[in-house]
């Protein structure tokens, strides 16, 4: 038998095919086909770039082996292989290992790491229209959610399925594919979002969809979306995600961490529980992060949940005349509820944005513990077992 040998994998139930980690890898030892995304072990130098890039974890996956798995036999995954029954006691082994313990500790600084579904969350339907097999929708409608004076713009956009099957549960994602190629001739590749309507639809009982849309100056999927009109055809892929989803049982408290755009999934998530259970009273708390009201996503509608539905907090970092205040300040405020949340089985944390929230919620929630004599790493890694941890964060 061959020396055995780690290689780096990435698990296609988890993977959303945001293609971050291939645009990142210096070693160009990541591609993708139309189904997945994976790594080539002959390229791989272990190099960790990729590690906290990764909004979902699942490219932190790793298996001990004789022979390292081709790049073809990993595009016919649906799942990742169990680990072979191989002796693991070999001295290259363990020295690989020890070097490869150091690199990953540095690089899960202020990574999400990997997450679990909740128990009760309906399973879900993953990478059913792919790159080359695409689906296409109907624009029934784009519409601004943010002031015409403020500079950010921000796009509610509903897209018509029509007859066509495409199953999608709150806190996944969908890609947009742009057309026209890049700079190398390539057809671009898809731009993930992630969806903003409950899974009966944006009206319920239509096979439609909404996605949440920033325009970036630069982006060429943003301004083409953010540009489209009604009538208009677009090509999807997905859906995507397997972790970041509804939890079904009712008695489980949601503590949902957003600034900007990552308020999509959990507009999905109370649009649910609302036509689900109208009637259901302290399940819910929204912290909510921006630079003003103005350019805060569905700040109107928010408005309209009742508080007792659920607990509503906003954070703005760029109020004229007032102190910068951001979610991780909130959280402090509130620290009496997120601590009992933190105490509680069925209590959950979602955290969805920009990756640079992701240490100062992080540091609020070690020092909300701290406060209450609890380890968070320990009580973080707990909740991540038990599904009760998401992240998704770019």
Same mark, same amino acid.
């Given at each position: 038998?061959?020396?055995?040998?780690?290689?780096?994998?990435?698990?296609?139930?988890?993977?959303?095919?945001?293609?971050?980690?291939?645009?990142?890898?210096?070693?160009?030892?990541?591609?993708?086909?139309?189904? /997945?995304?994976?790594?080539?072990?002959?390229?791989?130098?272990?190099?960790?770039?990729?590690?906290?890039?990764?909004?979902?974890?699942?490219?932190?996956?790793?298996?001990?082996?004789?022979?390292?798995?081709?790049?073809?036999?990993?595009?016919?995954?649906?799942?990742?292989?169990?680990?072979?029954?191989?002796?693991?006691?070999?001295?290259?082994?363990?020295?690989? =290992?020890?070097?490869?313990?150091?690199?990953?500790?540095?690089?899960?600084?202020?990574?999400?790491?990997?997450?679990?579904?909740?128990?009760? &969350?309906?399973?879900?339907?993953? /990478?059913?229209?792919?790159?080359?097999?695409?689906?296409?929708?109907?624009?029934?409608?784009?519409?601004?959610?943010?002031?015409?004076?403020?500079?950010?713009?921000?796009?509610?956009?509903?897209?018509?399925?029509?007859?066509?099957?495409?199953?999608?549960?709150?806190?996944?994602?969908?890609?947009?594919?742009?057309?026209?190629?890049?700079?190398?001739? /390539?057809?671009?590749?898809?731009?993930?979002?992630?969806?903003?309507?409950? +899974?009966?639809?944006?009206?319920?009982?239509?096979?439609?969809?909404?996605?949440?849309?920033?325009?970036?100056?630069?982006?060429?999927?943003?301004?083409? &979306?953010?540009?489209?009109?009604?009538? =208009?055809?677009?090509?999807?892929?997905?859906?995507?995600?397997?972790?970041?989803?509804?939890?079904?049982?009712?008695?489980?408290?949601?503590?949902?961490?957003?600034?900007?755009?990552?308020?999509?999934?959990?507009?999905?998530?109370?649009?649910?529980?609302?036509?689900?259970?109208?009637?259901?009273?302290?399940?819910?708390?929204?912290?909510?992060? &921006?630079?003003?009201?103005?350019?805060?996503?569905?700040?109107?509608?928010?408005?309209?949940?009742?508080?007792?539905?659920?607990?509503?907090?906003?954070?703005?970092?760029?109020?004229?005349?007032?102190?910068?205040?951001?979610?991780?300040?909130?959280?402090?405020?509130?620290?009496?509820?997120?601590?009992?949340?933190?105490?509680?089985?069925?209590?959950?944390?979602?955290?969805?944005?920009?990756?640079?929230?992701?240490?100062?919620?992080?540091?609020?929630?070690? =020092?909300?513990?701290?406060?209450?004599?609890?380890?968070?790493?320990?009580? +973080?890694?707990?909740?991540?077992?038990?599904?009760?941890?998401?992240?998704?964060?770019?």
């Amino acid at each position: 038998m061959n020396q055995p040998l780690k290689q780096h994998l990435i698990d296609p139930e988890i993977c959303i095919r945001c293609y971050t980690c291939e645009m990142t890898c210096p070693e160009e030892a990541i591609e993708h086909d139309d189904m /997945n995304v994976v790594v080539d072990a002959s390229k791989c130098n272990f190099c960790m770039d990729c590690i906290p890039v990764c909004p979902t974890g699942s490219i932190d996956e790793w298996r001990v082996v004789a022979e390292p798995y081709s790049v073809e036999e990993q595009f016919e995954w649906m799942e990742l292989p169990a680990q072979e029954d191989l002796p693991e006691d070999d001295t290259g082994l363990e020295a690989l =290992d020890d070097a490869m313990a150091a690199l990953l500790a540095e690089a899960h600084k202020g990574a999400g790491g990997k997450v679990k579904a909740p128990a009760s &969350a309906s399973k879900p339907t993953i /990478n059913l229209f792919t790159i080359g097999k695409p689906a296409k929708a109907r624009v029934q409608g784009n519409y601004r959610l943010t002031d015409e004076g403020s500079d950010s713009d921000v796009r509610h956009i509903i897209l018509d399925l029509g007859s066509l099957p495409f199953p999608v549960l709150e806190g996944q994602s969908v890609g947009i594919i742009p057309p026209g190629t890049d700079a190398d001739g /390539n057809p671009h590749l898809p731009r993930l979002y992630s969806v903003s309507s409950p +899974r009966d639809g944006e009206r319920p009982n239509f096979n439609n969809l909404s996605l949440t849309v920033k325009r970036e100056e630069l982006g060429v999927c943003s301004n083409y &979306a953010c540009d489209l009109k009604a009538g =208009d055809t677009v090509q999807l892929t997905g859906p995507f995600g397997a972790t970041f989803l509804l939890p079904a049982d009712h008695d489980t408290h949601l503590l949902m961490i957003c600034t900007g755009t990552g308020s999509a999934p959990f507009r999905a998530f109370t649009m649910r529980r609302q036509r689900e259970n109208p009637r259901l009273k302290d399940t819910l708390t929204l912290v909510f992060g &921006a630079r003003r009201p103005e350019e805060l996503p569905y700040f109107g509608p928010l408005g309209k949940v009742p508080d007792d539905f659920m607990a509503k907090h906003f954070a703005f970092s760029r109020v004229h005349g007032e102190t910068k205040h951001y979610v991780q300040d909130e959280l402090r405020q509130e620290a009496k509820k997120v601590g009992k949340l933190l105490q509680d089985p069925k209590g959950h944390i979602y955290i969805c944005g920009l990756k640079a929230m992701e240490q100062g919620v992080e540091e609020a929630l070690k =020092d909300i513990a701290r406060s209450i004599s609890l380890n968070w790493v320990e009580v +973080r890694d707990k909740m991540r077992e038990d599904g009760r941890y998401h992240v998704e964060t770019y």
